[in-house]
């Protein structure tokens, strides 16, 4: 099936013949230093980094149900047992980059999500298991560490900034399980955005051939320096067809500071604003000379951006200097940038360029989230809401300025799931009740009226029903 493809190699069941260990200083050639020594052979760049790309091994226990019916409350108090499901292991093979002397190992968080037992195997064959630092589904990263007694061969973080289209690269990973590879390509693409299915849209797009397996490798310049970590492909059969997406090495820089520091997750700013990408029309419209930049729909009251005075209808078209080509690129220049700091943005409004001042922050508990999980017989009964605020919001991935009681969890098989009510739903009113938090949820469903008047937003549109 065409579409994107990442690429963790699934039920892998037995270990690869690894490439042979780093080379003695006696026997290691000198590094090319032309592209007419590179064009004789990358050899001595290869045994001069290869030691620092590793295979990643996750292990986890599966439940595989027996019966269709098997986890159903309702038949199995039916036929008065319970189903039993099978577990089963099953085994995911990836790779991963050492980018500390002292065993801190990047790969990609699908590699490793849902493991309960993760070992990195070295170049020479030596094994270690491995702890997970820190990891991110909307970033696809994870930090791994090695417990090793000894100093590791790592790679040199790049400034990811610098690569251009054209530029000389190798990939390193290991594709389908068969042990190291290595690949040379060029860079194909810069800022290329909806490669995944995460909120995520930034990437290093190579001709370089990666395949299932070269997740979390590396991606790395002619300089053996890392410049992106192989995520994803655009493949109709599995293979490469030589479109491959690296994750940009500056994005792992930042990921990598938060779990040297100990965060127990990875923040991005807030910016408390809605942004859509520029079209030809609008473009045309504001008198910009490209359809590039990050278009302002919607500004969250007291956050970030209104502070800063930007306002709807307002396009960024750069930030401290460096050209915003959609959303998603504002997104990441925003994230590389850091909390903390103050960034310059560029703004188009009515055919003129001004530059505003923002301070960038994490998104911020306005509003308590009083967790709680709704019990008895209401319609809501099995689902866990909470207040929203930016930060809930973010994590819901839901958007900044949403407000109000959101669902953020839904028991299997519970009355809220059978009727349909979903994580993300925000939860309106309630027999002409506005539900401004959860207390006033909780006290409304404890009530049994008869009859309840729903009203739900999902989506941005709002849904209206009556339940007996």
């Known amino acids: 099936m ?9 039920s892998i069941v037995s270990l690869a013949l690894l490439a042979p260990g780093i080379s003695s200083a006696e026997d290691a050639s000198p590094v090319p230093q032309s592209r007419t020594d590179m064009q004789m052979s990358f050899a001595p760049l290869v045994k001069q980094t290869h030691g620092a790309v590793v295979n990643v091994y996750a292990e986890r226990m599966v ?120 690949t040379s390509g060029i860079v194909s693409g810069l800022a290329r955005n909806q490669v995944t299915d995460g909120d995520f849209g930034f990437f290093i797009q190579t001709d370089a051939s990666i395949n299932p397996g070269n997740s979390g490798g590396a991606l790395m310049n002619m300089k053996g320096e890392l410049i992106g970590i192989n995520t994803a492909i655009f493949s ?50 504001l008198g910009l000379d490209k359809v590039r930049g990050a278009l302002v729909v919607r500004v969250a009251e007291g956050g970030p951006a209104a502070k800063a005075g930007l306002k709807a209808g307002q396009v960024i078209v750069a930030i401290d200097g460096i050209p915003v080509e959609h959303p998603d690129a504002l997104g990441y220049r925003l994230t590389t940038a850091g909390l903390g700091k103050a960034v310059k943005l560029s703004v188009r409004d009515n055919g003129r360029e001004s ?56 028991a299997q098989g519970s009355p809220a799931a059978r009727l349909g009510f979903a994580p993300h739903d ?40 009556i339940f007996r």
């Open 2 to 10: 065409q579409g994107f493809v990442r690429l963790a190699a699934a």
């Open 63 to 182: 439940q595989r149900r027996v019966s269709p019916f098997a986890g159903d409350p309702f038949f199995e108090q039916f036929f008065g047992q319970r189903m039993p499901n099978r577990t089963e292991k099953q085994t995911s093979l990836g790779s991963g980059v050492i980018v500390g002397a002292n065993g801190m190992v990047v790969t990609n968080n699908h590699v490793i999500d849902g493991a309960d037992d993760i070992k990195v195997a070295l170049s020479d064959g030596r094994e270690f298991p491995v702890k997970v630092v820190l990891k991110d589904e909307r970033l696809d990263l994870a930090v791994l560490k090695i417990d090793a007694k000894e100093a590791l061969p790592a790679l040199v973080i790049a400034d990811s900034d610098q690569v251009d289209v054209g530029d000389l690269v190798l990939a390193i990973g290991n594709p389908f399980g068969v042990g190291q590879t290595v």
């Open 236 to 285: 109709k059969g599995g293979g490469s067809n030589g479109i491959g997406f690296a994750i940009p090495a500056n994005l792992v820089k930042v990921f990598l500071a938060a779990a040297e520091r100990g965060d127990a997750s990875f923040e991005r700013p807030y910016v408390g604003a809605t942004f859509e990408p520029v079209t030809s029309d609008v473009a045309e419209a």
């Open 355 to 410: 530059e505003i001042s923002m301070t960038l922050a994490a998104a911020p508990e306005t509003t308590p989230r009083d967790e709680r999980l709704i019990e008895g017989s209401s319609p809501f009964a099995g689902a866990k809401v909470a207040n929203l605020s930016p930060k809930l919001a973010y994590e819901l991935r839901m958007p900044s300025e949403a407000t109000g009681v959101a669902i953020t969890e839904i």
């Open 426 to 465: 925000i939860i309106v009113s309630v027999n002409g009740v506005e539900i401004s938090s959860t207390a006033v949820l909780a006290k409304v469903a404890a009530d049994d009226p008869g009859f309840w008047r729903v009203e739900v937003e999902r989506d941005g549109q709002r849904i209206r029903q």
